[in-house]
């Protein structure tokens, strides 16, 4: 699967941005979709995840309560809502797809990653 993301950009502590994963090649509805992030220096980081249908969902305790993930399977599209954003959300963030859906995901579970989209926090 191909993976493009989508919808970075600068925004104001307290701004709110909606990433987009547009997803293209097998059937989208049997991955299990995440985001990750990789801010200047450090490694790169689990964000969110969402389940095949979206049932399940799960969130890095850091963006709990104001990143909201979710995927829309008729357009293989799969979003990340961030809210209440603080400058310390400033990262390239990245979609990934995987063939299951693991808890407690890592790097090592999503097989296809897209080329990462900038989003800067600051005043």
């Known amino acids: 699967v191909q993976l493009q993301a989508s919808g970075g950009g600068f925004v104001q502590p307290g701004g709110s941005l909606r990433l987009s994963c547009a997803a293209s090649?097998?059937?989208?509805?049997?991955?299990?979709m995440g985001w990750f992030r990789q801010a200047p220096g450090k490694e790169r980081e689990f964000v969110a995840a969402i389940s095949f249908s979206g049932a399940v969902t799960e969130y890095a305790d850091s963006v709990k309560g104001r990143f909201t993930i979710s995927r829309d399977n008729a357009k293989n599209t799969v979003y990340l809502q961030m809210n209440s954003l603080k400058p310390e959300d400033t990262a390239v963030y990245y979609c990934?797809?995987?063939?299951?859906?693991?808890?407690?995901?890592?790097?090592?579970?999503?097989?296809?990653w897209g080329q990462g989209t900038l989003v800067t926090v600051s005043s």
């Open positions: 990934a797809a995987g063939e299951k859906y693991y808890s407690a995901p890592t790097e090592n579970d999503f097989g296809s």
């Open positions: 090649g097998r059937t989208f509805s049997t991955y299990a």
